[in-house]
């Protein structure tokens, strides 16, 4: 498995405020997905991201795979507290999947 | 069924203990994964299964792990003689495809070693 670097690790924000975590890899990927884990929970798949300049929406959150298939983007429009948990961006070879330690979002009433 | 279904899905168990920890996939689930997630990280590698055969298993920490799936359906993960060390969730996931696979996964198997 391929595995990339996400940025940040942390981030809090105000309800209502727009959230973007960042995925980078050193080698071109073949593909990228990202997960979201509640807390407490399991991870749950979002999307995968195959095509060069990909970009996928879904209501609020906004996929992105870069030119280059080196790095990944997922944008939050106006958080609410049901976005909270870690998202997970792996990326994989063949079959394996490394996850990594995610972005861990909190959000503020 | 449904989803995918682990049990026990809590677990104490006291140093130098075996456990052995279930997973029971979605029918036609080709692939399965087992993850060990410690608290605050996320999920990591542990072994990797296409049917019954077990083609990477290059993550188990050490030869106290192992893990079965016979038949190509549920599998089986053991640890022998437990360590506080092993103290994680252990998460099995499934995926239709041999290859790149969307991942479905279970609830998780909580073990706390004492």
């Known amino acids: 498995g391929q595995q990339v670097m996400q940025i940040p690790q942390y981030q809090h924000v105000q309800e209502g405020e727009d959230f973007t975590t960042y995925c980078n890899s050193s080698?071109?990927?073949?593909?990228i997905q990202w997960y979201k884990q509640r807390p407490g929970g399991h991870p749950v798949f979002l999307i995968q991201l195959v095509k060069s300049g990909e970009v996928k929406k879904q209501k609020r959150l906004t996929f992105q795979f870069g030119e280059a298939k080196k790095n990944s983007s997922l944008h939050i429009t106006a958080t609410q507290t049901t976005d909270v948990g870690t998202y997970f961006c792996?990326?994989?070879?063949?079959?394996?999947?490394?996850f990594g330690t995610g972005t861990r979002l909190k959000v503020l009433a | 069924g449904a989803g995918v279904s682990q049990s026990p899905r809590y677990k104490v168990a006291k140093r130098g203990q075996d456990v052995a920890l279930r997973c029971d996939p979605i029918s036609g689930h080709v692939s399965l994964f087992w993850y060990q997630q410690a608290l605050g990280q996320g999920p990591e590698f542990l072994t990797y299964?296409?049917?019954?055969?077990?083609?990477?298993k290059s993550g188990l920490p050490s030869d106290r792990f192992f893990a079965e799936r016979p038949e190509g359906s549920v599998s089986t993960l053991k640890i022998q003689r437990t360590q506080q060390e092993d103290s994680a969730v252990y998460l099995c996931a499934g995926g239709h495809g041999s290859g790149a696979n969307v991942l479905t996964f279970g609830a998780g198997s909580r073990l706390t070693v004492l």
């Open positions: 299964f296409q049917n019954e055969a077990q083609l990477d």
């Open positions: 792996p990326a994989s070879g063949t079959y394996k999947y490394i």
């Open positions: 080698t071109t990927l073949s593909n």
